[in-house]
C-alpha cells in the first residue's frame, strides 16, 4: 500500500535499539510497531527489524459493490477539531482523512503523508506529503493545506478543540509558535519542537485530527463535504442515521485499494443495546458500532462474529482528594482494601479483559512494572474505616448512566458494602454528569488508552492539570513522572515507574477495577471490519463476500 | 454445592419462604368474614367474588411488603460471584451458611431475583400510597371549595388544573425530576405548598366540627397542628430537629412530582362530585340550620361523596404505580440499585429475550398489584352502588 | 356558538402562555444552560470555556428577554463580529451574516419556531417531520383500538353480570394494568426474539423464513410500514388505552339497557339483537366518544415510551430526545403542540358531546 523505499537506508538509532528490547521481551511487539512507526519508520521496515515478515494483507479481497448498514449514534455535527466523540469522526472518515492512522497491530501507518522522519532527538519533525492526492474539489492536496491544517488543531481559543493540547510542543500562548512550521517546498514541511515530544505523530492520528480543505470555515463537514476520500454523504440526521455512498465525481489517490462499499447506511437506535439486538434480529443492521457486556455473545448467538481488541482503556473509579472524607489516604487505601477487582471483572464487565491493579499503568505499556496489587483484605478495611471514625458514614459512589460503567460501579458498591461499610449509588444521565465530572467527591470516569503509559498520569494525574479529577497534588509524583517523560528507553523508565506506581498504590489514588477489551459483532460476510482499539470505523476499507 | 431446583421445588420453596404473608392472609380473613355485618363497606366487600380476589392480592403484596425481612432469602443488594444470569432455582456456587438458591434466578449483576421483587414491594408500596394521599387532601382542600363556592375561586383554580392537565405527564417528568432541578430551590418550594395541604386539611376539618366546644377544638386541632407541623418540616423542608421524619432529595423530587400530576385529577373529581351533591336537599337544610360552609363541606359533603373518592383512590395508587415504574422505566429519580419493581423491569429488559426471568418476576408483580387494586375498585364500586 | 369557541382559543392561547412560560424557566436554569454548553462545545471543556460559549450564543441575558425574543415582543441579540459581519438570533435563523439585512425581532409572532440544539436544524421542519411519524402511528393505534374497546365493552355490558361480562370486563382491567413498558417487553420477548418465545417454533416448522415472527424495531418503518414491523408498537399502545374506553363503554352500555325503552322494547318482543343494535347502541356510544377523545392526549405518553422502546423517531421520540439534551427551542414547540392537542381534543370531545346528545345546551 505504501512506498517507502526511501526511509529504509536510514533507521532512526532509537528504533533500532526498540527491536533489541522487543527481541530481549522487554518491549511487546505492539509497543515497539508503536514506537518504531512513530518515530518514521514504516511498518515492513519495522516488522523486518525484528526479523519478521509484515503480516499479508488479509487473502479474502472483498467484492465491489453493496451496502453495509451500521449501527451507530449520530450527533449533530461540527468542526472536526472539536469532536468529542469517534462517532462524529466515523461518519465523515469516507471524505475527511487524516495525515497518519494508528493500526490494529499497534503500529503508525502514513495516510495523506508518505512519510516522516524524526532528527536524533525527536525535536524536529521532516512530514512528507504524499504526492498526487487530489481534494474532491479537483484541487491539490499541498505542504500549505497540511501546515493550515496544523495551524488550526494549535488555536485554543475554540471552545472544545483539543487538538490543541496534543500539539503543545508547537505552540504558544493557545496558537502555533512562530517559526514552528517551515514549508520546505509544495510536498514537504518541517516542525521545530520546544521540547522532544515523540507522541507528535501518534497524536495527528487521533480522531479530531481530520485535514480538511482551507476554504472550511469550522461549521458543519458534512455540509461542506469536501475532502481527500472517496465517499461522499448523502444525507445525514441527527438522531436517526447518516447514509454515505462513492463518489462518482472524484478519483482517489488510493484507487483500487478500498472503496469497495457503494453505500454505507448508519442507524442510530438509541443508547439502548436491547434495540440494537431487535434491529439485528429483524436483519435491519449488519454490524455494530461497538458492543458490551452480555450483548456480545447474545449477537454472536444470533450470527454476528464479535471481534475483539485488547486495550489499555479503563474506567477510572477516583476519589477526589479535595473533598473530605477522601482527604484522608486511609480511607482511600480502605476503600481499595475492600475491593476484589477480580469479582468486579467478572460481574460489572463480564469477564471481557484483565485485572487492573489501581495505578493506571498498563501491562501491555512498556515502561509497566509488576509490583503486585493492593491486597483485598474486606476485615481489615472495615477496622480502618471504624479506626478513622467512619463507621457509621454512608459514602456515596457516582456515576453517569451507562449499561457497563453502572454496573461496574453497582458492583463496586456491592463489594464495599459487603465489607461492612456503607455506602450508597448515584447515576447522572449523560447530560448532567459532565458538569461536575471533575469534583464528584468519588466517581468513575471512562479513560480510553494511550500508547505510553505516562501519557494518562501526565493528563490525568500530575498536581493541577485541567483533567486532574482525582485532586492529587504530590510534589514527589510529579518530579518522578518529570524524570520519567525524559528517559526514552523504557527499561531505564521502568525503575522510575515502579516508583511513581508504588506511590500510586501508596497514596490510594483510585480503584482501577480492570482493563477492557473492545467488542464489535459484524455478520461473517462483512471483511475487513474487525473492532479498532480507538473505535474508529474506517468504512473506506470495509466491504462485503 | 447443592443441586439446583426443578420448579416444583422452587414453587414447593417460594411457598415455604412466604408462610407469614399466608398466616396473616388467613387470619385477616378469617376476622373480616366473621364481623363482615359490622364493618360497614369493608364487610361487603367479602360479598364480592372480584372484590374479595382484588383484596387479596393487594394484601398479598401489602403483607409482602410488612414482612420483607422475614421473606428474603439474601441481601438483595448482595452480588453473589458466578450467579450473574443464572437461571431460577440455581445453586450458590458458596453459600457460606446462607440460603443455598436463588429462588427466581439471578439479575445482570449476580443478585437474588427473589429477594429484589419481595424488597420492590416495599419500597412501591412506601410510596404509591403515600403519594396518593397526599394528592387526596390536596385535590379534596381544593376541590371542596372550588364546587361549594365557585365563581372566581372556580375558575382560577380550575384554570390552573387544566394548565397542570395540558402538559404531558412525561414532560413533566423529565423537566422536575432532573439532577439539575434537585439542587435548586424547586422541589423543597413545592413540597412547601404541597405538604402544607394535610395539615390544613385536618386542622380545617377539626375546627369546623369542634369550634362550638373550645376545649375539644383546642386539645385536637393543637395536636394536629404540632404533630403537622413536625411532620411538615421534616418531610418538605428537611429540617426536622428530632431527625424522625426526612426524605432524600432524590425521593422528594420524585414525591413532589408525582403529587403534582395527580392532585389536579382528584380536583376535578372532588369539584364535580361537590357541584352535584350541594343541590341536596341535606346541604340544603345544614344552611338553613346556619352552618358555616367549611362545616358543610367537611362534614356534609364529603362523607357522602367517600363511595367514589375510595373507588379513585384504589386506582390511583395503581395509577402511581404505574407512573413510578415509568419514571424508572426512563431512568428518572429513582435510586440506582433501589429493587423499586420499575427500574428492576427496566434493567432487566435489556436481556429479556435471553434471560427473561430478572424482568418477568417483577412486571408479573407490578400487574398484580395494579390488578388486585383495580379489581378491588371495581368491587367497592359495585358494592357501593348497592346501597 | 362562535362566542363559546372564541372564548375556548382564548383560554387555549393563555394555557399554552403559561405553558411555554413554565418549560422556558424550567430549561433555562443555570444549570441546565451548562449542561447545554457541555453537550454542544464538548463534555471535556472547561468552566470558562462553557461562560464564553453561553455568552457567544446570547445565553447570558436576562431569561424574560430571551422569553420575549422566543415569543417576538424583544427584539432578538444581535454582535459584531471580527470580521465585519454581524451575528445573532435573527441572523443565525435567517442564515445571513451582513449587517441590517435580517429583521429585528424573530419570534414566534414571526413565525420562527427557532433551530433545534439537538438535531442542528430548523425546529419547525423536525416538529413537522417526526409529528407526521406519529399521526400514522396513532391513526393505526385508533384503527386498531376504538373498534376493539367497542366490541368488549358492549358485548360486556350487554348482560351485566354473565359469565361473558365477567370475563371480559377482567381482561379489560387487566389490560388497564399492564402498562406499555411491561407489555411491550414482553410482546418483545414472545414475539420478536430468535431465542425465546414462538419465533423459534415457527422457524423450525418452516412457517417463517426470517428469524423473527415480528420485528421488534420499527425504524423500517419509517420507510415502508409493513404488518410486520408496525404490529407490535401498535398494539401496545392499543392495549393499555382499550381497557379503560371498554369500561366505559361497559359502564354506558349497562345503564342504557336498564332503561324504560329497552325494557318495552323486549316486552314487544323484538329479538335481542336487534335491540342492542338498533335501539342501545347510538346512545351507549356517546359516553366512549368523548372518552375516546380525551384519551388522545393521554397516549401520548404511551407514545413516548413505545417510540423509545421500538426506536420510531416520532413526536414522543422528539420529545425524550429533546428533553434528554435540553433542547431548549426544541421543548417549547413541542409543549405548544402538547398542549394544542389536549386542549383540541378536549373542544371536539366538548362539541360532539352536544351533537350526539341533543339534550344538552351549551349556555
Same mark, same amino acid.
Given at each position: ?545 | ?197 394535610? #395539615?390544613?386539611?385536618? +386542622? *380545617?376539618?377539626?375546627?369546623? =366540627?369542634?369550634? %362550638?366546644?373550645?376545649? /375539644?377544638?383546642?386539645? &385536637? @386541632? ?38 403534582? #400530576?395527580?392532585?389536579? +385529577? *382528584?380536583?376535578?373529581?372532588? =369539584?364535580?362530585? %361537590?357541584?352535584?351533591? /350541594?343541590?341536596?336537599? &341535606? @346541604? ?104 | ?363
Amino acid at each position: 500500500m505504501t512506498d517507502q523505499k526511501s526511509n529504509a537506508p536510514k533507521v532512526h538509532h532509537a528504533a533500532k535499539r526498540y527491536a533489541q528490547e522487543c527481541r530481549k521481551g522487554q518491549l511487546s511487539r505492539r509497543e515497539f510497531m508503536t514506537r518504531a512507526t512513530a518515530l518514521g519508520v514504516a511498518a515492513p521496515a519495522a516488522y523486518g527489524l525484528l526479523g519478521l515478515a509484515a503480516p499479508e494483507a488479509k487473502a479474502q479481497t472483498p467484492q465491489m459493490g453493496g451496502t453495509l448498514r451500521i449501527q451507530m449514534d449520530i450527533k449533530a455535527q461540527r468542526d472536526p477539531r472539536t469532536w468529542d466523540w469517534s462517532e462524529l469522526a466515523n461518519v465523515c472518515r469516507g471524505w475527511l482523512e487524516y495525515l497518519v492512522s494508528y493500526e490494529r497491530d499497534g503500529s503508525v501507518q502514513p495516510v495523506l503523508l508518505e512519510s516522516w522522519e524524526a532528527n536524533d532527538d525527536a525535536t524536529e519533525f521532516t512530514l512528507n506529503v504524499r504526492p498526487g492526492v487530489k481534494w474532491n474539489n479537483g484541487d491539490d492536496l499541498t505542504a500549505e493545506h497540511v501546515a493550515h491544517n496544523i495551524e488550526r488543531w494549535c488555536d485554543a481559543s475554540v471552545e472544545g478543540n483539543s487538538m490543541a493540547g496534543r500539539m503543545s510542543s508547537i505552540s504558544e500562548d493557545g496558537k502555533l509558535r512562530d517559526g514552528a512550521i517551515e514549508i520546505v517546498d509544495d510536498l514537504t514541511l518541517r516542525l521545530h519542537l520546544s521540547s522532544p515530544d515523540i507522541a507528535i505523530i501518534v497524536n495527528m492520528t487521533d480522531y479530531p485530527a481530520a485535514v480538511v480543505h482551507p476554504s472550511f470555515t469550522g461549521d458543519d463537514p458534512v455540509a461542506n463535504p469536501i475532502g481527500t476520500g472517496p465517499y461522499r454523504p448523502v444525507s445525514h440526521d441527527t438522531g436517526i442515521g447518516a447514509v454515505i455512498e462513492r463518489n462518482p465525481d472524484h478519483t482517489w489517490w488510493n484507487e483500487g485499494n478500498g472503496a469497495y462499499l457503494d453505500r454505507i447506511e448508519f442507524v442510530d437506535l438509541g443508547t439502548d443495546p436491547a434495540a440494537w439486538m431487535a434491529a439485528a434480529e429483524g436483519g435491519e443492521i449488519d454490524m455494530t458500532y461497538q458492543t458490551t457486556g452480555d450483548f456480545v455473545d447474545l449477537l454472536e448467538m444470533i450470527g454476528m462474529p464479535a471481534t475483539e481488541a485488547i486495550t489499555a482503556a479503563t474506567l477510572a473509579v477516583r476519589f477526589n482528594q479535595d473533598n473530605a472524607p477522601y482527604d484522608n489516604v486511609n480511607v482511600r487505601r480502605a476503600l481499595q482494601m475492600a475491593v476484589d477487582n477480580q469479582i468486579v471483572l467478572e460481574l460489572g464487565y463480564n469477564d471481557r479483559g484483565t485485572v487492573a491493579e489501581n495505578h493506571h499503568v498498563c501491562p501491555i505499556h512498556p515502561e509497566y512494572a509488576d509490583i503486585g496489587a493492593t491486597p483485598f483484605d474486606p476485615g481489615e478495611a472495615r477496622a480502618m474505616i471504624e479506626a478513622e471514625g467512619l463507621g457509621d458514614h454512608e459514602f456515596e459512589l457516582i456515576s453517569i448512566d451507562d449499561d457497563w460503567q453502572a454496573a461496574t460501579c453497582d458492583s463496586v458498591a456491592a463489594q464495599i458494602r459487603a465489607a461492612g461499610i456503607n455506602i450508597k449509588r448515584t447515576i447522572l444521565p449523560g447530560a448532567t454528569f459532565w458538569n461536575d465530572w471533575l469534583n464528584y467527591p468519588f466517581s468513575s470516569t471512562e479513560w480510553n488508552m494511550r500508547p505510553l503509559g505516562v501519557q494518562v498520569l501526565n493528563l490525568a494525574y500530575r498536581s493541577g492539570v485541567a483533567w486532574n479529577e482525582a485532586g492529587f497534588a504530590n510534589a514527589e509524583f510529579d518530579a518522578l513522572l518529570d524524570q520519567a517523560n525524559g528517559i526514552p528507553d523504557a527499561d531505564e523508565r521502568r525503575e522510575v515507574m515502579a516508583q511513581i506506581q508504588q506511590l500510586m498504590l501508596d497514596e490510594g489514588v483510585l480503584i482501577q477495577p480492570y482493563w477492557r477489551s473492545l467488542y464489535r459483532n459484524a455478520r461473517p460476510n462483512v471483511l475487513n471490519a474487525e473492532m479498532h482499539p480507538t473505535f474508529e470505523v474506517r468504512y473506506q476499507s470495509y466491504g462485503l463476500s | 454445592m447443592t443441586d439446583p431446583l426443578t420448579w416444583p421445588g422452587i414453587f414447593a420453596q417460594l411457598g415455604l419462604q412466604l408462610w407469614p404473608v399466608w398466616i396473616a392472609i388467613v387470619l385477616l380473613f378469617a376476622v373480616s368474614i366473621s364481623f363482615k355485618r359490622h364493618l360497614g363497606l369493608y364487610g361487603k366487600l367479602f360479598d364480592s367474588t372480584i372484590g374479595m380476589f382484588g383484596f387479596t392480592l393487594v394484601m398479598f403484596w401489602v403483607f409482602t411488603a410488612l414482612f420483607a425481612d422475614l421473606i428474603v432469602t439474601h441481601d438483595p443488594l448482595a452480588q453473589f460471584s458466578g450467579m450473574r444470569n443464572a437461571g431460577p432455582g440455581s445453586a450458590l456456587r458458596d453459600p457460606a451458611g446462607g440460603y443455598p438458591h436463588f429462588l427466581l434466578g439471578g439479575d445482570a449483576l449476580a443478585r437474588d431475583v427473589f429477594s429484589r421483587m419481595v424488597m420492590g414491594a416495599r419500597e412501591v408500596l412506601r410510596i404509591a400510597p403515600f403519594a396518593a394521599m397526599i394528592s387526596f387532601m390536596i385535590g379534596i382542600s381544593l376541590g371542596l371549595p372550588a364546587g361549594y363556592i365557585g365563581g372566581k375561586l372556580d375558575t382560577g383554580l380550575t384554570f390552573v388544573a387544566n394548565l397542570v392537565l395540558a402538559f404531558p405527564v412525561i414532560l413533566l417528568f423529565f423537566l422536575l425530576v432532573a439532577p439539575e432541578i434537585q439542587n435548586t430551590a424547586i422541589p423543597r418550594v413545592m413540597a412547601g405548598f404541597l405538604f402544607l395541604m394535610p #395539615v390544613l386539611f385536618f +386542622t *380545617v376539618l377539626l375546627n369546623a =366540627r369542634f369550634f %362550638t366546644q373550645p376545649m /375539644k377544638r383546642n386539645l &385536637y @386541632v393543637g395536636a394536629v397542628v404540632i404533630v403537622g407541623l413536625w411532620a411538615y418540616s421534616g418531610l418538605a423542608f428537611n429540617a426536622d430537629p428530632f431527625g424522625v421524619w426526612g426524605m432524600s432529595p432524590n425521593l422528594l423530587n420524585v414525591f413532589v412530582a408525582v403529587v403534582f #400530576v395527580n392532585a389536579p +385529577t *382528584v380536583f376535578r373529581i372532588v =369539584r364535580g362530585i %361537590t357541584m352535584d351533591i /350541594k343541590t341536596r336537599d &341535606y @346541604v340544603a337544610a345544614a344552611q338553613t340550620r346556619g352552618e358555616g360552609p367549611w362545616y358543610i363541606m367537611m362534614w356534609e359533603i364529603l362523607p357522602n361523596a367517600r363511595g367514589p373518592l375510595i373507588v379513585d383512590f384504589c386506582l390511583r395508587i395503581g395509577y402511581t404505580t404505574i407512573l413510578l415504574g415509568t419514571l424508572g422505566f426512563f431512568g428518572l429519580g429513582v435510586a440506582p440499585e433501589s429493587p423499586d419493581w420499575g427500574s428492576t423491569i427496566n434493567q432487566g429488559r435489556r436481556l429479556l429475550t435471553v434471560y427473561p426471568h430478572a424482568a418477568l418476576a417483577p412486571a408479573l408483580a407490578l400487574m398484580s398489584l395494579v390488578l388486585g387494586l383495580n379489581l378491588l375498585a371495581d368491587g367497592l364500586r359495585e358494592e357501593s352502588l348497592k346501597d | 356558538m362562535l362566542l363559546f369557541l372564541a372564548r375556548r382559543i382564548g383560554v387555549m392561547l393563555f394555557t399554552a402562555l403559561c405553558l411555554t412560560f413554565v418549560v422556558f424557566y424550567l430549561t433555562n436554569l443555570p444549570a441546565k444552560l451548562e449542561t447545554l454548553a457541555k453537550t454542544q462545545a464538548g463534555s471535556r471543556i472547561s468552566d470558562a470555556e462553557v461562560a464564553s460559549w453561553l455568552d457567544r450564543n446570547g445565553y447570558n441575558q436576562p431569561m424574560l428577554t430571551r422569553y420575549g425574543e422566543w415569543l417576538g415582543v424583544v427584539p432578538g441579540w444581535t454582535r459584531e463580529e471580527a470580521d465585519g459581519g454581524m451575528t445573532g438570533r435573527c441572523y443565525r435563523l435567517a442564515d445571513i451574516s451582513e449587517p441590517g439585512a435580517a429583521p429585528d425581532r424573530c419570534g414566534l409572532l414571526q413565525g420562527y419556531w427557532g433551530n433545534s440544539t439537538r438535531f442542528r436544524a430548523d425546529v419547525a421542519d423536525v416538529i413537522t417531520a417526526r409529528l407526521g411519524a406519529t399521526g400514522i402511528l396513532m391513526l393505526w393505534v385508533l384503527i386498531v383500538m376504538v373498534p376493539m374497546a367497542l366490541l368488549v365493552g358492549v358485548l360486556a355490558g350487554m348482560r351485566e353480570g354473565s359469565r361473558t361480562d365477567r370475563s371480559l370486563s377482567t381482561f379489560a382491567i387487566a389490560s388497564t394494568a399492564t402498562p406499555e413498558y411491561v407489555s411491550g417487553v414482553v410482546f418483545i420477548a414472545l414475539l420478536a426474539s430468535s431465542a425465546v418465545g414462538i419465533s423459534p417454533l415457527l422457524v423450525s416448522w418452516g412457517v417463517i423464513e426470517g428469524p423473527v415472527l415480528f420485528q421488534g424495531n420499527a425504524r423500517s418503518a419509517l420507510e415502508k410500514i409493513t404488518f410486520w414491523n408496525f404490529f407490535l408498537p401498535v398494539m401496545t399502545i392499543a392495549l393499555y388505552g382499550m381497557g379503560y374506553v371498554a369500561r366505559i363503554t361497559r359502564a354506558s352500555m349497562t345503564e342504557v339497557m336498564t332503561q324504560q325503552y329497552i325494557r318495552t322494547a323486549r316486552l314487544k318482543g323484538v329479538s335481542f339483537p336487534n335491540i342492542v343494535l338498533r335501539h342501545a347502541l347510538r346512545n351507549a356510544l356517546i359516553a366512549p366518544f368523548t372518552v375516546i377523545m380525551l384519551q388522545i392526549p393521554w397516549l401520548l405518553n404511551g407514545v413516548v415510551i413505545v417510540e423509545v422502546l421500538f426506536s420510531y423517531p416520532g413526536f414522543g421520540w422528539v420529545l425524550f430526545e429533546a428533553a434528554a439534551n435540553n433542547d431548549i427551542e426544541l421543548l417549547l414547540a413541542a409543549s405548544v403542540v402538547a398542549v394544542v392537542v389536549v386542549l383540541l381534543t378536549q373542544l371536539i370531545s366538548d362539541i360532539g358531546y352536544v351533537y350526539l346528545n341533543p339534550r344538552i345546551r351549551i349556555s
